[in-house]
């Protein structure tokens, strides 16, 4: 229990913002009565989250938006603090499912999910008592934009993903900064001087492309939108096409959004010893099964990094292309954090305020 | 074994000059029949030393200059190499003289220290074989020129330190890099908008400066010597006196190179959260006593994270105000390391050249 | 005619994408036949658009929207081109208005506009034959928008300035590099380590701050919209209230769009020898009427900077607090300018093929 | 007069350091009853010394270092001050030394030169009165040590120029701003994403590359010496020797204080529109001979612009090769000469205390 709540103090500190919206909505206890369903990622971030929407008067069950970041430290710390936690590290599928199903019938009135796993359960099991809810990712969003069209939505949603507060100070600023240091952590290369080839120029790109300069990598954009092309060019980088690009890079980032793009094409016309990362949610942009290919027994040199031989060279793979910064580091910072998890709180409120 | 192999694999891929180095010098087997006695911190930079070493010729025998920096794995793979190595994680007093004691029955021909701890103990048991030396530390230096002074060195050391490639890179970029590491590993903080007074606007602190700088932190620099501080006015940081600045910081990091240079005057001016850390060699640069009388049961709140609570605030502590980069990073990163020593490697060749 | 000609070719080297859209539709003449009404600042860069649009087969008048940017040369060079160029510099409003009628009696059936001043004749003497418009200017679009409110526009205007390409690169880039270097050219001052105070991070302050720290000078932010002040501090600025930090700059910098944004309460605060200059396009954010009143009779001390002595201190004023870009440098350079003039002129064609 | 005595004035506020200076020492006047001769460009910020030493006693002659450098408005005003001013705009050679011998003929106590055109003068009308002196510049100084060398030196000379507080930011921070500031002015280009090839990572380089940075452009440099050159690829930018990136640079500018560092091989592989520029003392650095070897009739494009048209490009050489921040702008800032001029006017009071 100690560590677990050491953490959530640690990160409350720079998460004052939560603390204030508790404060400005104490009065008439808004959340009293209901019950929050909620799918996470389990992180001591997560844990000032629902520490205050309970504070606000809210019942509260909670599963893990994914079985591998689960910190469960700060499970046990939760439970302790009388929340329902459905969620231990490493669950399998089947736990993973059974833990959704315990929030369900938990019975809550509004849910919170990262994914949408848990909205979609709700809509298959048709939970009845539930008047609202928010997602927090763009690829939730599409699967209840789906069920929407086909006019099967039940209740009403916030993509708490769409502010502008989220995308742009989440993925600009604080992926910016973790992904830069999870290479760091995983590898540590030093990088001035090194040529760093960042794949797309969007708020993600954007970031890790100040942070790398700022740590006087020589940074590479490569982007197929004309305009976010010209922006990175005025905002002085090289700007070229990736297949240009690939002999020269000595550090390869995805951070595109898009599948495959770092393909065979690219990886033959790779320098011996280039190291290849993903800064991007899933694990789509390194196409790993053309370097499985290649070499089916890679060499784990470091815990993140597998060393891929063929052809004469070596490759190597950070993270086996899954998201360094949350692989490798610790995620975007609680302050960060914090301007996200203000938005899911004011929007409980409010769904909570207009049920 | 394994596992120390590849990091001295993944350190060598970084190392390519002291490879070049060896194949320039590989004619003449220029170190065959000389004895090397080393007492450096033992990381996976130094075994690709050591095997560079051994591969010209010479027979090492290695102790570490510090118990505490020991890589275990790096031990193991260098024994297994035949390198005589006496050294271990966590060596008590007792044990940590002995080992050095080990280096100098294997009766040195040179010995290359980091501290001097070595060649203090060779003066002490007046080995005879020694021919010369080397020291890669400013504090090691000191001592062997009080020897001098007095007429009692023995035989004359190299004081690699002095080169330019080593305190320049090694001070202001290695150092850069690995102290901004340290601080987000130990502590998670997001640096964007952070302000950071950083004390020292010598080699280090520019290095520091410009990598915070760089992640958009907010840095104000303290600085005693007018020019140097003039320096900083027009590299564009505020330039302030400590005492005025103690109140506004969030963070400091300390890098002169003097004593108590963060005092009782500051930290009681100093916010509530602020988080303090030393980048300095030496644990003297933040008044940790005047902390501990304040509170003589600090919390750990994260495992480099001390919180030391008085007069009704919290004052975070890092890695007890040892050197953040190296208690709480991985030090230099490789490509520093290896400036540092092939300026070792060339003064050992040319030791035994001139012999 | 031969400087203004000169003139004419180096702009065009900077402006080779208009040069691609003739050659992308020289096929067809498409401007073949139609009369085009321009009222814009009289530039260099001016004359590519102009001598690119006749290559298209227009018939072209021309005026100035404004009596005091006329560049003289490029007049009599358009002029032995066979433009009816009615300009000259510092025309008086008489005359303004005389040129302004003399291009509608060339009877255009398109107009090209930099602030409406021709749309609005053009409907006030009920030119018959124009078919379609542009117009350059935000303040220029709200005079056509108020038409159309009234049901009395007689033509479609499309709106260039809307046009992302047009204002996140003329004001964030263009407007970042055209602002300090007016500042440098007209007040010669050293800007590393000066404490500039930018009023407003909209396109034109992130331009100009990010441009000004590059100098390294110390940028303070003040700026009314929350999300922009977090985002400029996450970009590493400090961020204060103005009248707080108006005792502190050096140089303030008005960036709003807003009026009256440095007022008596904030000069009041100001420091002996404040320099004081405005990037916003009119001259109102400035309050020059307290100035003029605590001092009638300010000393004109270099060609651009008026100094005002008043409560034992001096304050300068550049430009008499119009914008700085302007009128103490060239304005926005010509690869900038390319891009705007590129969606006029393809917005010119768009108009000819739908006529 | 008032227009030089209001650039005076302008100058005044930024050299505050020569006021601190004379409160000082004005107890005792130390100038009193010593004749200065002085050899300057004159500026406004040379006003300001001149205007100072006069304050402290000294009764002054003044002659200009350089013919066109001389600002006529202040000759004007120091000669209304009662300064002997022999100097004026565009003197010919023989009127030049004739300004030099009329210095002569007031019997000087102290000479302080740039250049030592004067020094030299001295020497060969054996003025015998002179005490001591000081020289500005490192070639000035070579030519003063020939003279001590060959035993010939009369009296003692304080090179001003070796000051660190002199060439480091004189030439770091002063010349980074003004180049950049000189290449704008002169050829209106916007920087963002150029690429501008640098040749010399000494302290010009270094203030200029950063500055480049700053606005930014795409810095490459090129660097014989290899520690410079590793620093410079530490700092984050690309480094490459000359005749590789002689293809794709934008813009290039010398800084390297050598002979021919742009020579005919590196010309022949430019692209067409290149902008050639000089940041050196000496107009030596670019092959202007080769340039007029292929175009004897070059177009002066814009003031500070001609353009050699040959083997089928375009090269533009601004300001004939000069040192473009004194030519095209206005040179070092008045803030930057304060400190120059700090260490001249110590030096004068140190010769006058110890005659």
């Given at each position: 229990?100690e ?14 913002i939560?603390h204030?919206i508790k404060?400005?909505?104490q009065k ?10 909620l ?9 000032v989250l629902?520490m205050t929407a309970?504070?606000?008067g809210?019942?509260?069950a909670l ?11 700060i499970c046990?710390?939760l439970?302790s603090e009388?929340i329902n936690?459905f969620?231990?590290?490493?669950e399998?599928?089947e736990?993973y499912?059974s ?5 369900l019938?938990?019975k809550?009135d ?9 909205h979609i359960?709700a ?7 539930v008047c609202g809810?928010?997602?927090e ?7 209840l934009k789906?069920?929407?069209t086909?006019k099967?939505l039940?209740y009403p949603v ?5 502010a502008?507060?989220?995308y742009?100070?989440?993925?600009r ?7 830069i240091e999870g ?7 030093f ?9 797309g120029y969007g708020?993600?790109?954007r970031?890790?492309?100040a942070?790398?300069?700022?740590m ?7 982007e197929?939108?004309?305009i976010?092309?010209l922006e990175a ?10 297949i240009e690009v690939a002999?020269?890079?000595?550090i390869?980032?995805?951070c ?5 793009v ?13 190291i ?6 899933f694990?789509?942009e ?9 070499d089916?027994?890679p ?7 597998d060393?891929?031989?063929f052809?004469?060279k070596?490759v190597y ?8 910064n949350?692989v490798?580091a ?5 302050e960060i ?5 203000a938005?899911?709180l004011?929007s409980?409120?409010f769904i909570a305020?207009n049920?």
């Open positions: 229990v560590n677990g709540k050491l953490a959530y103090q640690w990160a409350s500190n720079y998460m004052s939560l204030k404060q400005k909505n008439g206890n808004p959340l009293f009565g209901f019950k929050l369903g799918c996470l990622h389990i992180t001591r971030e997560t844990s629902v309970r504070d606000l809210a019942e509260i599963c893990s938006a994914n079985p591998l970041t689960v910190n469960q430290e046990t710390f439970s009388g936690t969620a231990w590290r490493n399998t599928d736990e499912n833990c959704i199903r315990s929030v019938d938990f809550p509004i849910i919170i999910d990262d994914g949408s796993d848990l359960a809509h298959k099991y048709k939970s009845k008592r809810g928010t997602e990712t763009t690829s939730g969003v599409k699967r789906s069920l929407q086909k099967r039940l916030i993509a708490v993903n769409n502008f507060t989220k742009m100070f989440d993925n600023y604080g992926t910016g900064q973790s992904v290479i760091i952590r995983a590898t540590g290369v990088l001035g001087g090194k040529k760093i080839v960042i794949c708020w993600v790109g970031g890790v492309a942070t790398a300069r700022g006087k990598a020589l940074v590479i954009i490569t197929i939108d004309p976010r092309a060019y005025m905002d002085g980088f090289y700007v070229k096409p990736l002999e020269i890079g000595d390869f980032i995805t595109s959004g898009q599948k495959e770092i393909r065979q094409e690219h990886i033959e016309r790779m320098k011996n010893g280039v290849l990362t993903n800064a991007g949610h694990d789509v390194i196409d790993v099964k053309y370097l499985k290919s290649m089916c027994n060499v784990r040199l470091l815990p993140y990094v060393c891929y031989s052809d004469g070596k793979l950070v993270a086996q292309g899954r998201v360094v949350l490798c610790d995620g975007n910072p609680s954090m914090a301007l996200s998890f938005n899911q004011l409980i409120i305020k049920d």
